[in-house]
């Protein structure tokens, strides 16, 4: 299956990647390493997991999508990402709940998740995230 997106070198296109994630990038690999770190455009209209493999042409087996949750318990908050396969129901109650020792689990608001993260609504990614974040992964 050949992808329509155009992948480029992350070093020579900075604007496609929030300036947290590119921070986190610059400090956690070497130069060498940073030329094999690709990123691509896309048209935020399919910014969804599902119409991005879609549209893009990408198997859907191998796309993923980032949620941060909001996890409470009494009056203490706390957020987490997680990282779910693309077109998976995820019951981010139940394990969520267990790993957080939280009473509710809920979709973060999104005004919340973006001034935390700096990063766009749909560009949302684990790489740059608050250092204090919990990821799960699926």
Known sequence: ??????FKKVTDNKDLVSKSTYACIDNLFSEEEKDD?????????????IKLCEHYNIDIKIGVNCLIVECKRGENKSYAALLVPTGYKYNMSSTVRKYTNSRMVSVAPLDY???QT???????????????SNVFIQ
């Open 1 to 6: 299956m050949n992808s329509k997106l155009e």
């Open 37 to 49: 770190i690709l990123v691509a455009e896309i048209n935020s209209e399919y910014m969804d997991g």
């Open 113 to 115: 998740v973006l001034e």
């Open 118 to 132: 700096k990063m766009e609504y749909g560009s949302i990614n684990p790489i740059g995230l608050p250092q204090e």
